[in-house]
């Protein structure tokens, strides 16, 4: 059979990707090199980019609904207004729940760590004590081996070699940087490239829609007019589905550490308003954070009571399983427009592919290849059946 010039245009491009796509494992080492490269030098601009896009979730829904009224003013000045009064909004809503949060979780998590380890030898003995009365009918008695050894000297003497190993550490970093004085230029630095990274994206908020047309005629000069076209609509399709999980991400996990403060409050666990802020915050980051707020959690209930912080465990392991296996994949997979099977599916793979970084980016960019699939399988069963039905 004849190839057609489409079967050869298509045969071309597969060996092309092919030949790419082994040239990239090949030389996986120069190809991060080069991306560490390029974040070094754009690593502003590019947070900036990230920055703009996270804000633009709360800006739309200022602009389109709590600062409607703006909009449709009969005066152009007051209309002027709607986008500078919107980002600002955006700006202080994030910022606010930043510093809250700060505030609540940072003095509570270093008090409960300084008050376990001030009672571990207690527990330790209580712990050695229990294991005693359990194991009596065997006659076998723990505290025979272990009740010699001073718990509060001995966690004494661990902390003080962590102290040394931690003051080592910072000996060394010291020594490598240079000066104390090369630390704070590093921080300052930091902190400039933060406060321009907002910047950055407080302008691109501000000229989005200007900035858009012209990424779109740049398109437009340089590209075939239908590449140009459908380079805009993958674009276009993957900043509305990241968009979109970003808002079910952020719904998401309201609704678990709701939950988790209404089971709380039902099973008088101490600190259910911050821990459920706790909850609610780590589970944005996939797979790491559940977690790490069941460890904080465990933590600050530990201080008062041993029993209660491990029902605690086992009461957020149950809830997490339940949100993980029906809410989340309900919630985000609607927001981006994805059944419930292969989000849950997406995250798994992700995670195991690049981690954390994985599992964050897996949902929306399943999306997008989803929703292009479906795209492409519509456009091919509607060639194979409008000559048909024209025959």
Wanted: a positive charge; one cysteine or more; charged letters at 15%.
């Amino acid at each position: 059979m004849e190839l057609n010039r489409k079967n050869v245009r298509t045969i071309l491009l597969i060996i092309v990707f092919t030949a790419i796509l082994f040239t990239s494992v090949q030389n996986i080492g120069a190809i991060f090199g080069f991306v560490l490269t390029v974040w070094d030098v754009f690593s502003s601009v590019i947070a900036g980019l990230a920055i703009a896009f996270v804000l633009n979730v709360p800006l739309k829904l200022f602009e389109g609904r709590l600062f409607y009224g703006l909009r449709e003013h009969r005066s152009a000045a007051v209309r002027r207004l709607l986008r500078p009064v919107s980002i600002v909004a955006s700006l202080i809503i994030t910022l606010g729940v930043l510093i809250v949060l700060l505030l609540v979780i940072l003095p509570q998590l270093i008090e409960a760590v300084t008050a376990v380890f001030t009672r571990l030898p207690d527990y330790v003995t209580d712990l050695i004590a229990w294991a005693d009365r359990l194991l009596e009918p065997f006659d076998f008695s723990l505290s025979a081996y272990l009740g010699d050894i001073d718990w509060e000297k001995t966690f004494s003497s661990i902390g003080d070699r962590l102290s040394e190993s931690v003051d080592g550490l910072l000996n060394t970093a010291g020594s490598a940087i240079g000066t104390a004085a090369n630390l704070g230029t590093a921080l300052v630095s930091g902190a400039i490239d933060v406060v321009f990274s907002v910047i950055i994206a407080v302008y691109i908020l501000a000229q989005k829609e200007r900035i858009g047309r012209f990424v779109r005629r740049c398109a437009s000069a340089f590209l075939p007019r239908r590449v140009a076209g459908r380079v805009e609509g993958i674009c276009s399709m993957a900043a509305e589905t990241f968009s979109n999980f970003i808002g079910g991400q952020l719904a998401d996990s309201s609704i678990l550490g709701l939950l988790c403060f209404i089971g709380m409050s039902i099973f008088r666990f101490p600190y259910a308003n911050v821990i459920s802020v706790v909850i609610g915050v780590t589970s944005l980051v996939p797979l790491v954070g559940a977690f790490v707020g069941i460890v904080i959690g465990a933590l600050l209930i530990l201080t008062l009571d041993p029993i209660k912080a491990l029902l605690f465990v086992v009461f957020v392991l149950c809830l997490q399983q339940v949100e993980g296996n029906l809410i989340y994949p309900k919630v985000v997979g609607k927001a981006v427009g994805l059944p419930g099977v292969i989000v849950l599916s997406a995250v798994l793979v992700g995670g195991n592919i690049a981690g954390v970084l994985g599992g964050l980016c897996a949902v929306p960019i399943s999306a997008v290849l989803y929703n292009l699939l479906r795209e492409a399988v519509d456009a091919r069963l509607g060639s194979r059946v409008g000559p048909r039905s024209g025959g």
